[in-house]
């Protein structure tokens, strides 16, 4: 018999679940939605669907600009990040060379060349 005990809370949500819940919420219907995502004029007519429902946009033109622009939000905030994320990798790859070359140093000098 195995030990040990298994977590009392139910187990996590998977994205795969997420998707079918968020599906769900907006009463689709329509065909699965794998292939809902891989028919990109399929996609894009419901996203452009839900993006005038909650603006209340009176036009699809009005709901696709702004669609188009929350993407290009998403992907300058991405970047963005992404640059950040490269320089504080770069810092932490100079700070440890610096550390490195403090330590020689110290290595360098005898203890009782400065204890004294």
Known sequence: MPEGRRPLERPRRRWLDSIKMDLRD??????????LVQ???Q????????C???????????????????????VAEALELS??????????????AKAEAASTDLDKLQFSDWVS
């Not at 640059?83 to 440890?96: A, I, M, N």
């Open 26 to 35: 907006i009463a689709w219907d329509g065909m699965v939605w794998i292939d």
């Open 39 to 41: 028919d990109r004029d």
């Open 43 to 50: 996609w894009i007519a419901l996203v452009n669907t839900r």
């Open 52 to 74: 005038c429902n909650h603006l209340g946009a009176p036009s699809p033109q009005q709901a696709d600009a702004h669609y188009r622009a929350v993407c290009r939000a998403l």
């Open 83 to 96: 640059s950040f994320l490269e320089k504080v990798s770069q810092g932490t790859q100079e700070l440890r």
